[in-house]
């Protein structure tokens, strides 16, 4: 319990990093000119500003935190504690803008934090090993070929289709973190830099596809559907990859699954509540900036 206690702390760590910013990033996007295509041109030209750099920093400094907690939890404990981060952004929304915190907010972290402790006391003992190649194939490359529809058709697509494809490459980099954990673990430093170069690109393009969507739609539409995404299907399909089997015990497993929804209807409620809400279009008002 130890170990399970020490990596939902790093997961949260890790998660307010992406929390933070995501909220420095999106006014930074509106205020590049793109087609809304899915390609690359998008991001270099985000690379070019300075505020937009140190999102990706303070993004970077989360990645350690991360693999630390996947080294001792499970990738069904370590996804939900991602959602405590999220506290992050309405701590802003009072403190910053002086927006008021009413039941809606506290009924969603009391869900989080609840949904959090149920993973930990019913979830599967952390595995270092993973799953053969057949169950990685069978889950990764669908998964892939999703996060990859934008660029394989290269042209303007509806912004849904942007944000899921997003969703779905954070989705598939939660699981390679996963498998580079295990590398790490393992000593297998050749399986760590093909895994954590896969990893990579995935990021990044997630990140593009992110960033693509939040020109055409308010970060209030677009967070909150990508962190489900990544927050769900990793739990979900976790224990064909992560080699983590699911309690045999009916009533840990009801615990469970109860537990995991709770957590994801309560991160998905604080998102779309009004303080969270407040902080992200406080940077949208970056959209009327002039180009740079």
């Known amino acids: 319990m130890r170990d399970i206690i020490i990596g939902i702390l790093l997961a949260a760590g890790a998660s307010a990093c992406f929390n933070l910013a995501t909220v420095v990033q999106a006014g930074e ?34 990645i350690p935190l991360q693999l630390a907690a996947l080294t001792i939890a499970p990738l069904a404990v370590v996804q939900p504690a991602d959602a405590t981060g999220l506290i992050v952004l309405l701590i ?6 002086g927006e008021k915190v009413g039941w809606h907010e506290v009924v969603s972290v009391a869900a989080i934090f609840l949904g959090v402790v149920g993973v930990a006391l019913s979830g599967p003992e952390h595995s270092p090993e993973n799953s053969g190649a057949i169950s990685l194939l069978l889950v ?8 990859l529809v934008p660029y394989f058709l290269r042209r303007r697509l509806a912004s849904v289709v942007m944000v ?15 498998i580079v954990a295990d590398s790490l673990v393992a000593n297998a430093w050749i399986a760590l830099l093909l895994w954590g170069a896969v990893a990579g690109l995935f990021a990044i393009l997630g990140l593009n596809s992110e960033q693509v ?3 055409i739609r308010t970060v209030a539409r677009v967070a909150p559907i990508i962190f489900v995404i990544e927050l769900a299907l990793p739990i979900a399909l976790g224990s064909i990859v992560g080699g983590e089997s699911l309690p045999s015990d ?36 970056a959209e009327a900036e002039p180009a740079g």
């Open 164 to 178: 899921l494809a997003a969703g779905t490459a954070f989705a598939l980099t939660a699981f390679l973190m996963k």
């Open 92 to 97: 802003a929304g009072q403190k910053m803008l």
């Open 213 to 215: 969507a939040l020109q």
């Open 29 to 62: 996007t509106r205020k590049v000119k793109t087609q809304g295509a899915a390609n690359l041109g998008l991001l270099r030209q985000l690379v070019r500003r300075k505020r937009w750099l140190a999102g990706v920093g303070v993004q970077a400094l989360a």
């Open 140 to 147: 990764l490359a669908p998964l892939a070929l999703i996060a």
């Open 250 to 285: 009916p009533a840990m497993a009801a615990l469970l699954i109860g537990s995991l929804l709770v957590t994801v209807a309560g991160a998905f409620a604080l998102m779309r509540s009004g303080p969270v809400n407040a902080v992200l279009e406080a940077e949208q008002a």
